[in-house]
């Protein structure tokens, strides 16, 4: 299965991968196997949702093809959705009137902007009180990341604060305006200005040329505003492999829709599936002199049992 989901020819790829399946080490072999077929590393886009999952899959990949392909790895463009989308911010943003020497304001910086806007409108001046900086921080990136109406994520997220629909909306269409005027970018910028890059047809062509392969990890954690970047991207060429388990999803709070994976299939026509069904990390050990039932199903790894190590 593995084998299968590493080699698998051109066009869309989605692996199914659930807990100890070895999802990880098989989209490392992918990326390794595309090097060794001739695949430019500089043109392999790895998106993943922590630096640390980025670097871990490179090592991998480099262990696998062994010193000759370990020098070249280094010009994969890996890394985060958000650290991928600064580095194409400032390489093609001025296309689309970015300032490519913009800064990224971090979560403390973002909702202390959005506060002083709230003043700015004498928002926090009312006899009832309107909501805090860190909630409607919240409601705006929400908005952004599930590229949904102010009203309905009202309804659906916070509803104790629609009564202030018309507010936000002035709120948040003053705070966009003192992001321009100090040519900053929020986290959630990041995604939506490169969502607004790729409504250019010439960047749109260009990257898809750029980017011989996209790889995903986690893919049941991206949100609308996430699939849509790479619903663009891969929009003339159709190289995307992704890799997920649709019966896991932690990134709700930034509006991850689980939808993504499971219309994969159908969102991209022809595709590989794949799925990984041996878990290899938890195996089934012979219940020893003294071990519990418990002990016996633990993952496999070392288990102290009576003085003893058992492997």
Not at 170 to 177: A, D, I, P
């Amino acid at each position: 299965e593995q084998l299968r989901a590493a080699t698998a020819g051109e066009g869309p790829v989605l692996t199914i991968a659930g807990a100890g399946t070895g999802k990880t080490k098989t989209l490392a072999a992918r990326m390794a196997w595309l090097v060794s077929q001739g695949i430019d590393p500089g043109r392999i886009m790895l998106l993943t949702f922590t630096r640390r999952a980025s670097d871990e899959m490179l090592r991998r990949a480099r262990r696998a093809l062994g010193e000759s392909g370990s020098r070249t790895l280094g010009t994969v463009w890996g890394g985060t959705f958000h650290s991928v989308a600064n580095r194409l911010l400032r390489t093609y943003g001025e296309a689309i009137g970015l300032d490519p020497d913009f800064t990224v304001m971090d979560q403390s910086d973002a909702e202390d902007l959005m506060d002083a806007s709230r003043h700015d409108l004498a928002l926090g001046s009312k006899e009832k009180r309107f909501p805090r900086k860190q909630t409607c921080l919240s409601i705006y990136s929400r908005c952004v990341n599930s590229s949904d109406r102010l009203d309905h994520t009202l309804a659906a997220f916070f509803p104790w604060c629609i009564e202030w629909e018309q507010e936000l909306r002035l709120l948040f269409k003053s705070y966009t305006e003192a992001k321009q005027e100090r040519h900053v970018l929020d986290y959630d910028d990041l995604l939506l200005y490169w969502f607004h890059l790729l409504g250019d047809e010439t960047l749109v062509a260009l990257l898809n040329e750029r980017f011989d392969h996209i790889l995903v990890d986690e893919y049941q954690d991206t949100n609308r505003l996430q699939s849509s970047i790479l619903h663009r991207m891969r929009s003339l060429n159709r190289n995307l492999t992704v890799v997920g388990d649709d019966a896991q999803s932690i990134y709700s709070f930034r509006a991850a829709e689980v939808r993504n994976i499971l219309d994969f299939p159908a969102e991209f026509p022809g595709a590989t599936v794949v799925t990984l069904e041996t878990n290899y990390r938890s195996t089934q050990l012979a219940i020893q002199p003294g071990m519990t039932h418990e002990e016996a199903a633990m993952p496999a790894g070392e288990i102290r049992c009576d003085g003893r190590v058992l492997k």
